[in-house]
């Protein structure tokens, strides 16, 4: 129940009742420094290396403002009935030579690239529509090329109304057309890439032989089968691990990212862009060696896929491989062959999985290797815009965990936690000694009740809820980001400018992570208070507490209220923080009830 008592001015002196000011500016100015970090990596991924491959719209002076995608368009093949359709609502058309520079742009908006794939003399060969008042109304683009190119006149057919009228005719054509500005894909040949042909001399070299065919594709690491076993730690027991093909191509100065979880598109995209990609799958056939500490399976190099197929580079000697008691391996069902094979998608869904000697899934895993900076640019820019969107929310999930919400950040955001709730219980002694006559080792207090187990629970509870709010954050960054990138590609921004709008985004999420941080310190701090109270058995005879604010001109109206204000320790539970940022503290109410 709580007591009117009169109303207590606190000591002026004392600007911060929780005293855990240190504490709050150290971790803030640690998470300042991750956040930063992450800043710094998407400028560098988004803008500096265009992993995404933006282009941005080029924006065109003295334009009408339409949008591309609010422009009508004619068809080339709707193209005649067009000019009867004019006709027949009484306007003339006119074929003449224009100067490029009298002619005006109606939309806002252009692609350059567009502009760069178009051939002069098509271009000069057919005329571009325009409105008696020099807009242009159909060629953008060719109009670009010409005036780029320095030409001064141009083909155009002119018609007898302005370029409002125009569009409004336009609009209303029964063949009429919309799209939006944008480089239409480009329908490609197969791409397959030219590994050599390296065949294991065993029965389990196959990722040693894989990773010589890469190498020598790149023109690194041993010249010898034997030298890249020795370097990968290729044996007969447990033949090559995933990890230790990963660490040396990274030794080697490639660019390496192995993952579970691939789908064949990845693959595809890879391979497009020039990477192979080295896969492990469960295809030995029936027979296992039996030196072997568990069931192995096949190290191939994917270098293409197409008209339904996987295709790979396989390291398998003649498709029969002597086993370690001197017979041939079983070869049914295996897609084992030398050199290249094709490997339909299904089947290649089917054993596209396999496990090491700890027992450890791969499930659709694979390796790809690449020169630097091919596997930030090239594999990303051969995605479609929908897959841009999702591969970047997996990297930016993998900077997180990295940086912000990985396990050594949890046990250090459990140890910030703990450590409020320390100096609360400390603070609750303090005060008591004090104010209440209690004696007493104050260390020996603090490790008694962080013996209990009763104390541990509470602050692993209490770090538990701040890293979930953490991560609330960071899942709220990722889906404005991935939102903000979804605009970059439909609305053309450039890959600096769609950078910065992410970074913006990141100093959001730090202004709420560092409010999370401060917040969930006083939490524990107050926690810790009323805990050490409790645990000198002031509780037991009914003592309570009384609220004390900063008492200076930061505190807010709510909490100078509640100076002076009286509460037993069980109604006190939960109310500090009042709010987020809040700095007050707990401390004993004076004498105990009924004393």
Not at 350 to 378: C, M, S, T
Request: net charge negative; aromatic share 8%; glycine share 10%.
């Amino acid at each position: 129940m709580t007591t009117a008592v009169p109303r207590r001015r606190s000591n002026v002196l004392r600007v911060d009742p929780t005293r855990t000011t240190f504490e709050r500016r150290k971790f803030v100015a640690k998470l300042q420094r991750q956040f930063a970090k992450l800043k710094a990596r998407i400028l560098v991924k988004v803008s500096k290396d265009n992993a995404l491959g933006l282009t941005a719209n080029a924006r065109l002076a003295g334009s009408l403002g339409v949008k591309r995608e609010n422009m009508p368009q004619v068809p080339g093949a709707q193209f005649q009935a067009f000019l009867e359709y004019m006709a027949k609502n009484g306007v003339n058309v006119t074929r003449e030579n224009a100067e490029t520079t009298s002619l005006k742009p109606i939309q806002s908006e252009f692609r350059q690239e567009r502009v760069d794939a178009l051939a002069l003399a098509d271009v000069q060969a057919k005329p571009i529509l325009v409105s008696r008042d020099s807009y242009v109304l159909d060629g953008l683009h060719r109009w670009i090329k010409v005036k780029q190119s320095g030409v001064i006149v141009m083909p155009v057919l002119r018609l007898s109304v302005d370029a409002v009228q125009a569009i409004g005719l336009m609009e209303r054509f029964p063949g009429v057309a919309y799209k939006a500005n944008q480089v239409q894909p480009q329908c490609s040949e197969l791409r397959l890439v030219e590994v050599p042909d390296i065949r294991q001399e065993d029965h389990y070299s196959c990722g040693a032989a894989c990773s010589m065919s890469v190498g020598q594709y790149y023109g690194v690491g041993p010249g010898t089968l034997e030298g890249w076993k020795r370097l990968l730690g290729t044996n007969v027991h447990e033949s090559t691990h995933p990890q230790a093909i990963e660490q040396v191509f990274s030794s080697l100065g490639l660019d390496v990212e192995a993952r579970d979880g691939l789908s064949v598109s990845d693959l595809a995209d890879y391979t497009q862009a020039g990477i192979p990609v080295v896969c492990c799958v469960q295809d030995y056939g029936p027979a296992v060696p039996a030196e072997a500490r568990f069931a192995y399976g096949h190290y191939l190099v994917v270098i293409g896929v197409g008209a339904g197929y996987v295709f790979c580079q396989d390291p398998s000697e003649d498709n029969v491989i002597a086993g370690g008691d001197g017979k041939k391996l079983a070869t049914v069902g295996s897609v084992q062959k030398p050199g290249r094979i094709m490997v339909d998608v299904d089947t290649w869904q089917r054993i596209w999985h396999d496990e090491d000697a700890e027992g450890a899934k791969y499930v659709q895993f694979g390796i790809a290797i690449a020169r630097p900076g091919l596997l930030a640019n090239e594999q990303w820019a051969a995605k479609t815009s929908a897959a841009k969107v999702e591969a970047f929310q997996k990297w930016l999930q993998q900077q997180y965990g990295g940086l912000l919400t990985g396990e050594s950040e949890e046990a250090l955001w459990k140890r910030y936690i703990e450590d409020g709730f320390r100096k609360g219980a400390g603070r609750a002694f303090d005060d008591a000694i004090a104010k209440l006559g209690v004696t007493g080792d104050r260390e020996q207090f603090l490790r008694q009740a962080f013996a209990q187990p009763e104390t541990r629970s509470k602050v692993e509870l209490l770090a538990g809820r701040a890293f979930d709010d953490l991560e609330g954050v960071t899942d709220s960054m990722s889906l404005v980001m991935s939102r903000t990138l979804t605009d970059a590609v439909v609305q053309g921004m450039g890959p600096m400018e769609a950078a910065n709008a992410m970074v913006a985004q990141v100093d959001i999420g730090f202004s709420r992570a560092s409010t999370i941080a401060r917040t969930e310190l006083i939490r524990a701090h107050a926690e810790g208070q009323l805990n050490g109270l409790e645990d000198m058995g002031v509780g037991e005879v009914g003592v309570e507490v009384e609220w004390a604010t900063a008492d200076d001109d930061a505190v807010c109206p709510k909490c100078a209220e509640l100076e002076g204000s009286t509460f037993s320790i069980t109604e006190a539970r939960g109310m500090i923080p009042l709010h987020p940022n809040c700095r007050c503290a707990f401390i004993p109410a004076g004498e105990p009830v009924g004393t």
